[in-house]
């Protein structure tokens, strides 16, 4: 079975830090990935982890534990563009992509 | 610049009516995948496809069909459409192999069973 949980909404003001949990329950793993969908358009990439550790990509940092099943995506210096959806993502071994229900994000001045 | 287009972004259905949702990718991508997206749902995996004549059933394939006759085209099938498909489907594509295979997102479909 499968089971990608995230929190549903979040909410955070702007130049404010945010940290927006995975935890994940699959058969076979073969890799993590975050995407990022505005309101009324399609998701695009943000961060992938395979290995155990942190991956920093500007204003964005990803961080993996295998062991745990265990995620984070985490948003520095927020800016109101930074509203959307983030949605946590698991690539199982012979499967597709399997996406957890996304966590809304709201950020305000 | 990479892309993959669905042929609509909007359609209006009606009950038992058979519809057809295509995807055409641009990138030699071998991977191609059909998801709906419901509110409080998020990406449901419906079919994949890892090569052309090949497809695969994902997590809700009841009420759909496929259909991958080129590597750049992967149809999604609703043989007779209901209100419970009115939703908005999303394709995307992706290069083969386990590793880093980053999936790329059409536009959608928003589709209404009425």
């Known amino acids: 079975g499968q089971n990608i949980d995230q929190p549903t909404e979040m909410t955070a003001t702007e130049g404010a830090i945010v940290q927006i949990n995975c935890t994940y329950q699959?058969?076979?793993?073969?890799?993590l990935f975050w995407y990022q969908q505005h309101a009324g358009e399609a998701p695009t990439f943000l961060s992938y982890n395979v290995l155990d550790g942190l991956e920093e990509k500007g204003r964005f940092s990803s961080f993996l534990s295998r062991s745990k099943g265990y995620s984070y995506l985490l948003l520095k210096e927020l800016q109101m563009k930074d509203s959307a959806s983030y949605l946590c993502a698991v690539y199982q071994a012979g499967t597709a992509l399997i996406f957890g229900k996304g966590t809304t994000l709201s950020v305000s001045s | 610049d990479v892309k993959v287009t669905q042929s609509s972004r909007y359609l209006v259905k009606r009950t038992g009516e058979k519809v057809f949702l295509e995807c055409v990718q641009d990138?030699?991508?071998?991977?191609m995948f059909w998801y709906r997206q419901d509110p409080g749902l998020g990406l449901r995996l419906i079919y994949f496809s890892y090569d052309v004549k090949m497809k695969e059933k994902g997590d809700i394939p009841e009420g759909y069909s496929v259909s991958r006759e080129k590597k750049e085209r992967f149809s999604l099938i609703l043989e007779s459409a209901s209100t419970n498909q009115t939703s908005m489907y999303l394709c995307a594509s992706s290069l083969p192999g386990q590793m880093n295979t980053e999936a790329f997102f059409g536009q959608g479909t928003r589709l209404t069973v009425v």
């Open positions: 990138m030699d991508h071998e991977n």
């Open positions: 699959t058969s076979g793993f073969n890799g």
